[in-house]
């Protein structure tokens, strides 16, 4: 006992969260006031009611999100088979370049967006982001060469710097660590929708022909409309966590409060930690991470701007080649939503596993393109079409980060080191696709076979070293270390990073 109260009660009331806390946008225990709140069992039927709730109001922000700002960069491989190329007069890598230097404007603004959204309103960083970039991709289609076109790419990524890093943040903040792969999985298959609707779109407006000339420049036009159009209603009406959701009663705001304990990742934090940072870049998990992005972007960045003009190799015409990429796009969604399903029927959820089965189908297609005779177009086709089941890898490696990093700091870090991987794949992707070996692309396919046998590899490694982990957790508890209810729960409120917090557990 000490002045009236255990040491449970104690234990409790260190990590409730002030007044101040809450002024600043850190996501306590604000919304509980007493030891009861915390003790008491959380009721199924009313939890299963929150999710759905839940589902309903974060999950199609983040899927629409996804989609109209993938469309905006993958414009450009739509636009390059209805004469952008001509019309910019590129030569030589150029169009490579085009493809690039949107990822070199990614890269360095992604350290400062990431810090900015440990700091700012998640939701409302990217609501402007994504307005702003709307705007940036209707100019674009008034471009008459290649350095004004460069140029606006560039800033275009810096733009979109913030997108996925905040689909991340946002699907932690929401939902338990076994929940979401199954969400992350929902608006991953908007990349598949973004493919096959992105396609039918753009060959409706490849049939335009009017005052401002070829029909790539009424695709940037368009597009970016919708996008900026969207960046003003998620501002007014997206909410990042349960403390800032008007649609959510006080007890509903506790309820998905309380339910995320167990996930012991933390809450958001606007205090950037020191030495949070320091084990964020010694912890071999995040290199892992980083040469993950890396090989699965390599593969998406020549997709994603070369694609179109593969399919146009294997001899079809440019209406026939956007209406091929939608096929495509319906292989994206259900692989996506097929893997998240299968990881969680499967026993501990064996992300890895699942990953590396769903890169072996793009591995097998990409050595039939390379294997094929080019008078076989069918057969070539449907390989193509095979090297889109690899995205539910990126889904799966997406949701390891966010079940396997803790601490405000630490995560914001690992955050911002996986997407400069994601930008250095995707700026070396294009440039493996070399003019000289149009329509072959040899080196281009190469570099995709080599890029998929280091994932399957990498995600065998990180499931082997996760394993290793958790056994040292476990000695580690069994000499009694952290045994205490008390404790327990309020490591899973802390700001505690993944390592120094010993209730984690890692997923793989």
């Known amino acids: 006992m000490e002045n009236g109260k255990t040491k449970s009660e104690n234990s409790h009331l260190e990590v409730v969260s002030t007044s101040q806390d809450a002024e ?8 509980f006031s007493g030891k009861e709140d915390l003790a008491s069992a959380i009721d199924p039927v009313a939890e299963r009611k929150l999710i759905r709730k839940i589902d309903m109001f974060v999950v199609p922000f983040i899927c629409v999100t996804y989609l109209v700002t993938y469309i905006d960069k993958a414009t450009l491989g739509y636009a390059a088979v209805f004469g952008l190329q001509t019309d910019l007069h590129l030569h030589g890598s150029q169009y490579s370049w085009l ?11 992604e350290y400062p967006t990431s810090f900015a959204m440990q700091k700012l309103s998640v939701t409302k960083w990217l609501s402007a982001n994504l307005f702003i970039w709307g705007g940036i991709t209707m100019a674009l289609g008034g471009c008459q060469n290649f350095s004004s076109f460069a140029a606006l790419r560039f800033i275009m990524g810096a733009l979109e710097s913030c997108s996925t890093p ?3 943040l946002i699907t932690a903040m929401w939902y338990r660590i076994e929940e979401q792969p199954i969400r992350i999985g929902y608006w991953s298959t908007f990349l598949g929708l973004a493919n096959a609707f992105g396609g039918l779109l753009c060959y409706l407006i490849g049939h335009i022909h009017g005052a401002l000339g070829e029909p790539w420049r009424y695709q940037f036009l368009i ?3 919708i996008s900026s159009l969207w960046g003003l209603i998620m501002f007014f009406t997206f909410a990042e966590n349960a403390t800032a959701a008007s649609w959510l009663s006080a007890d509903e705001k506790k309820l998905a409060i309380e339910r995320l304990r ?3 990742t933390g809450i958001k934090n606007s205090k950037v930690k020191r030495y949070q940072i320091i084990e964020a870049m010694t912890d071999p998990k995040t290199w892992i991470f980083f040469l993950l992005g890396v090989a699965s972007q390599v ?5 994603s701007n070369f694609g179109s003009l593969i399919i146009k190799g294997f001899g079809f015409s440019s209406l026939e080649t956007t209406l091929l990429q939608i096929p495509y796009g319906f292989i994206i969604i259900f692989s996506n939503l097929s893997a998240m399903y299968l990881q969680r029927w499967l026993p501990g959820q064996k992300r890895c596993i699942v990953a590396c089965l769903y890169v072996l189908p793009s591995l097998a297609g990409a050595v039939g393109i390379h294997t094929i005779s080019r008078n076989s177009k069918g057969a070539l086709l449907a390989c193509y079409w095979l090297t889109s089941t690899y995205t539910a890898s990126f889904s799966m490696i997406m949701s390891l980060i966010t079940a396997n990093t803790a601490g405000s700091t630490k995560r914001s870090v690992v955050n911002a080191l996986f997407f400069v991987s994601y930008c250095a794949g995707n700026i070396v992707g294009p440039f493996a696709f070399k003019p000289s070996e149009a329509p072959e692309y040899t080196s281009g396919i190469i570099a995709m076979l080599v890029s998929y046998c280091a994932e399957i590899v990498l995600m065998l490694a990180f499931a082997a070293y996760m394993m290793y982990l958790n056994k040292k957790k476990e000695e580690s508890l069994d000499t009694g270390l952290g045994q205490d209810e008390a404790d327990r729960i309020a490591a899973g409120f802390s700001d505690q990073t993944d390592r120094e917090n010993p209730y984690f557990r890692y997923y793989y």
């Open 99 to 109: 493809g690039s230097i949107f990822y070199f404007g990614y890269l360095a603004f």
């Open 223 to 225: 597009i970016g409309a």
């Open 262 to 264: 167990d996930n012991q």
């Open 24 to 31: 600043r946008g850190d996501v306590g225990l604000a919304v």
């Open 166 to 168: 905040a689909y991340l």
């Open 299 to 303: 593969v998406n960045g020549a997709a």
